[in-house]
Every structure is written in C-alpha cells, then in structure tokens.
C-alpha cells in the first residue's frame, strides 16, 4: 500500500486542489496530466475561457517567472509549453464555439535572422487566453512577412520579437517598411525580447516594449480599448 501513497489520483482532487496541481503538473511539463486535468474541470462544468485562464495561463505564468529568475531552463520551459499547447488544442474549438470575446487580431513573429520563438509563443498563448485571434508567423521573418500578413488579414497590432542583439535592429527595417508604404498609423506595434528595452523601442519608433507575455497582454488591452473609443467617437 506504502508504495501508491505518492500517487496523486486527479479525478479525487477537489477544484481547489486540482488547479494548483495543474500547475505543478505544467511546471513539469506532464502533458498527459494537464490534458486529463483539462477534460476534469470542463466535466465540472468549467468554462473553456476558465480553465485556459486559471488553470493554464497562470501556470505558465510561474514557468515565466522562474525563466526569467533563471530557477528554469530553456529545455523544462519548452516541455512546460508544450503541455500548455496539449491543453490548449481541447480548449481552442471551445473558445470558438463559445464565443470568447475577440478583442483584436495580432499579427506575431520572430524577426529576420533569429531562430528564437519560446517568449512569442508564450505571447500567443496569453494574448489568445485574454481574447485576441493570433497569427504566428513563426521565426525568422523578413519585413515583406509581416507587412503581406498585416494587410491580408487585417490585423490591429504587430508583435516581434528578438533575442539576440544582432537581429534587435532588424525591427527599426520592419518598422521604416511600414513608414515607407504609408501603412504605419493603421496598426500598433509591440516589441520584446531578452535584450531590449523601453529605449530601444522608442528609439525604433514602437508604440510600446513588453518585458513579459502578461505585460504583452495588458498593453494590447489598453491599445484597443483606445482604438474602440476613437473608432466611437468618430461615428
């Protein structure tokens, strides 16, 4: 008997401890576990935006900060997003069917040059938790990407990222292409990555630098809560 007494049975756990275990378990990059804690709370009668929000989300959100303190590694940090990814794969046609609301389409890629993509897939997956429709352009992004993807799906903000300090630069090209074409009034500009901050981005002429996916997410609010305003106060 001794020997199952560490063996945490999922289904027995209230929501209370459940969630928290969630955590732990996407800390750990346990797939298996949060998808079985994924389809527990929605058997509960958790809402999809809920169970993305309580459960996932904010699990990543402590894998983020023990990135950033340097308790994990790049390694534990992609095993933890792919079990995030795991649960949100169940939780993506629910938001559809449920109508979670849309707040605004973000086009998002790691620029020219850089192979980097685990602080923009964290970006996606938050900003996708709080609402907004994603369109990850993936790594290594000449400016003609972003701008063709910009215009063909008409999206609101443009989300790069670099972590390297060679390719930062390549962000000021992206933005002056927007310049150069007349097209960069029509949407907001977020940057981030490790080695940039607020000064590189005014330097660049970005509407705003995030430090973090959860400060990502709140600037994009406050932008298309603005936009919304404008938008009502011209009509």
């Given at each position: ?65 023990d990135f950033r303190d340097g ?93 390297l300090t060679t390719t930062m ?67």
């Amino acid at each position: 008997m001794a020997e199952d007494d560490d063996e945490i049975i999922l289904s027995e756990l209230s929501d209370e401890e459940l969630v928290p275990q969630m955590h732990d378990d996407l800390y750990d990059g346990l797939r298996d576990e949060v998808v079985e804690g994924v389809n527990i709370l929605l058997g509960r009668g958790w809402t999809p935006y809920d169970v993305l929000t309580k459960a996932l989300v904010e699990g990543m959100r402590i894998v983020g900060i023990d990135f950033r303190d340097g308790i994990l590694f790049v390694p534990e940090v992609l095993l933890a997003a792919n079990s995030m990814k795991a649960g949100m794969a169940i939780l993506k046609p629910l938001l559809a069917e449920t109508g979670a609301p849309r707040l605004g389409k973000m086009v998002i890629g790691t620029v020219k040059g850089d192979i980097h993509d685990i602080g923009k897939n964290l970006v996606s997956m938050m900003m996708e938790g709080a609402g907004f429709e994603i369109v990850d352009l993936g790594i290594n992004n000449p400016a003609d990407s972003y701008l063709d993807a910009l215009e063909r799906e008409d999206a609101d903000i443009l989300g790069m990222s670099a972590l390297l300090t060679t390719t930062m630069p390549y962000m000021k090209v992206v933005i002056d292409t927007l310049k150069e074409r007349g097209l960069r009034d029509h949407y907001v500009v977020m940057v981030g990555g490790a080695p940039l901050n607020e000064e590189f981005s005014k330097a660049i002429g970005a509407d705003a630098y995030c430090r973090d996916a959860a400060v990502a997410v709140e600037t994009a609010k406050q932008f298309m809560a603005r936009k919304h305003n404008q938008l009502a106060g011209a009509r």
